[in-house]
């Protein structure tokens, strides 16, 4: 609990995107285009794409993310997957922005974010460790180890 207090602190600290990934913040009424819920309540879940052209789309949490670059056509009907130039995830921890494609994500732990089970995001393998551990968690993936129906089992309570 303590660590979390000392990051909180050391992050109101820095400029937006300061020490992690640059990705923008989500404006006060952007909403999640999977979920429809304003992303800027919940920024210690935050998620983002960037295209290549810099247009940018939060999601509140790692959860709707994936659902998102699963069928983006679907969720935004005028830009292609292979457009993405940058994906950020907030790291549980340090709640700074880190590259998703980087990330460590636990799942099946006792934490919930906004949309229920999720993947909580983490920086390193020992953080992701660390966090199994303490919460209970049943695995750690990287970003490529999940799977399109992932997201639809931990909506489910599903963690296998």
């Given at each position: 609990m303590r660590?979390?207090?000392v990051a909180f602190l050391?992050?109101?600290a820095l400029p937006a995107g300061a020490?992690?990934?640059s990705v923008p913040d989500p404006a006060p009424r952007d909403l999640c285009p999977v979920c429809g819920m304003v992303v800027s309540k919940y920024p210690a879940w935050t998620a983002t794409v960037v295209y290549q052209d810099g247009h940018a789309h939060h999601f509140d949490g790692a959860k709707d993310l994936?659902?998102?670059l699963f069928d983006v056509s679907r969720y935004a009907k005028n830009h292609r997957a292979r457009d993405i130039a940058?994906?950020?995830v907030t790291d549980y921890y340090e709640l700074k922005r880190?590259?998703?494609r980087q990330a460590y994500f636990v799942i099946g732990s006792d934490v919930l974010g906004p949309m229920g089970h999720e993947l909580i995001p983490l920086a390193s393998r020992a953080d992701a460790e660390e966090f199994l551990r303490d919460h209970h968690g049943r695995r750690i993936l990287r970003f490529d180890e999940?799977?399109?129906d992932l997201p639809a089992k931990l909506d489910a309570g599903r963690f296998d």
């Amino acid at each position: 609990m303590r660590r979390l207090f000392v990051a909180f602190l050391f992050a109101l600290a820095l400029p937006a995107g300061a020490g992690g990934f640059s990705v923008p913040d989500p404006a006060p009424r952007d909403l999640c285009p999977v979920c429809g819920m304003v992303v800027s309540k919940y920024p210690a879940w935050t998620a983002t794409v960037v295209y290549q052209d810099g247009h940018a789309h939060h999601f509140d949490g790692a959860k709707d993310l994936f659902k998102y670059l699963f069928d983006v056509s679907r969720y935004a009907k005028n830009h292609r997957a292979r457009d993405i130039a940058r994906i950020g995830v907030t790291d549980y921890y340090e709640l700074k922005r880190i590259d998703a494609r980087q990330a460590y994500f636990v799942i099946g732990s006792d934490v919930l974010g906004p949309m229920g089970h999720e993947l909580i995001p983490l920086a390193s393998r020992a953080d992701a460790e660390e966090f199994l551990r303490d919460h209970h968690g049943r695995r750690i993936l990287r970003f490529d180890e999940v799977k399109r129906d992932l997201p639809a089992k931990l909506d489910a309570g599903r963690f296998d």
